[in-house]
């Protein structure tokens, strides 16, 4: 079985209408109501405070302890 590459972001860009995730050749957003019901209903700062994690897989909120995974959240765009 063919070994795959891991989906992973080269950056983020939280806006008021999603997050938007920049990957090596194209960037998509993701509108907040598809990333988590958490976020759905965050405040626009608590949106703001995306982090993307070192290896790119990842992406924390830290004041509202919410952790996603990029390739979950292209999944959620049927991606």
Do not use: F
Not at 36 to 54: G, I, K, Q, V, W
Request: net charge negative; charged share 20%; hydrophobic share 40%.
């Amino acid at each position: 079985m063919p070994m795959t590459q891991p989906i992973t972001a080269v950056g983020i860009k939280p806006t008021p209408e999603g997050l938007v995730l920049i990957l090596e050749e194209s960037s998509v957003t993701v509108p907040w109501e598809k990333c988590s019901a958490m976020l759905s209903t965050a405040s626009e700062a608590a949106r703001m405070e995306a982090e993307l994690s070192p290896g790119g897989y990842g992406i924390h909120w830290p004041s509202l302890d919410e952790d996603l995974s990029v390739h979950g959240l292209l999944k959620n765009l049927g991606m």
